[in-house]
């Protein structure tokens, strides 16, 4: 029995709930044993539903806005003893409202989870991947990383970053077996614009995409090793495109219209 082969082995990071629960689910259904980390309680409830699916899955309570956060995390997959097949990279947070009235603690909270995390995350898996020349990445970037945007202004550069940093590092990676990908997705169906205080914009109340279809077109776009995908609505796709010849100050104007207080009810 112990020569039986192993299940493939990621980790999802942000899994309790939105695009991170549903792409742990997307692995678990594909036969992965996973690895699911998030800082709430509600990561307890999101293992038990993907263990209903059969899969083997371990735990990680960590807020990954800290260094040991991060670090506990890697700790564990090296205490598995298992090669670490695929990691999403998904973990995140939004803050809306006036850059002038925004609160400091929160943005640098934010830059701590969306950038620096990512970051430190991917330092430690990639070094692991390249010692096997084996391995999937998959960030969790944004439609908002191809825009400068209004009243999102530290959210929008932290996935401006993230989606650079993918690029730049499948690049890096092209002469090895390790994939990178960035998924984009656009609105969607989350808890993400009640905790960034956005519901009374245009884009807090606007249809969204569904949370189960943007992890499905990115984790069937990571095992694909494609470079990225816009997992967005129609519109949103039409805009990431138009935005290839739009000046920075129009992307603007076009972001303030959906993302500024009380747009909702202009």
């Known amino acids: 029995m112990d020569d039986m082969p192993q299940a493939p082995y990621a980790v999802i990071t942000g899994a309790s709930s939105g695009i991170g629960f549903e792409l742990a689910r997307e692995f ?16 307890d409830a999101a293992a038990g539903s993907l263990r209903s699916l059969g899969a083997k899955v371990e735990i990680v309570r960590a807020d990954l806005a800290t260094y040991e956060g991060v670090e506990s995390v890697f700790e564990r ?22 850059f002038t009235e925004t609160d400091l603690e929160a943005e640098l909270n934010l830059i701590a989870l969306n950038v620096t995390s990512v970051v430190h995350l991917a330092k430690r898996v ?16 944004s439609i908002a990383a191809e825009a400068p945007a209004p009243y999102e202004a530290v959210y ?34 989350t808890n993400f614009f009640h905790r960034a205080d956005m519901e009374d914009t245009r884009v807090g109340t606007m249809r969204k995409s569904d949370a189960a279809d943007v992890a499905r077109q990115g984790f069937e776009a990571l095992m694909a090793g494609k470079d990225h995908v816009v997992a967005a609505m129609a519109m949103e796709q039409a805009q990431v495109a138009m935005g290839k010849v739009m000046p920075e100050t129009t992307k603007a104007k076009m972001h303030r219209q959906i993302s500024e207080p009380g747009s909702a009810n202009p």
């Open 77 to 98: 997959v090296r205490a598995s003893g298992r090669p670490l097949d695929a990691v999403a990279l998904n973990a995140g947070v939004g803050v809306g409202g006036p």
């Open 156 to 189: 929008g550069a932290s996935k401006a970053f993230v989606q650079s940093f993918a690029q730049a590092l499948r690049d890096e990676l092209r002469d090895t077996n390790i994939t990178v990908t960035a998924l984009q997705p656009g609105a969607t169906e």
């Open 28 to 43: 678990a259904e594909h036969g992965f044993d996973l690895l699911v980390v998030a800082e709430d309680d509600g990561i």
């Open 126 to 141: 990639v070094q692991d991947m390249v010692g096997r020349n084996e391995g999937r990445i998959l960030f969790t970037s």
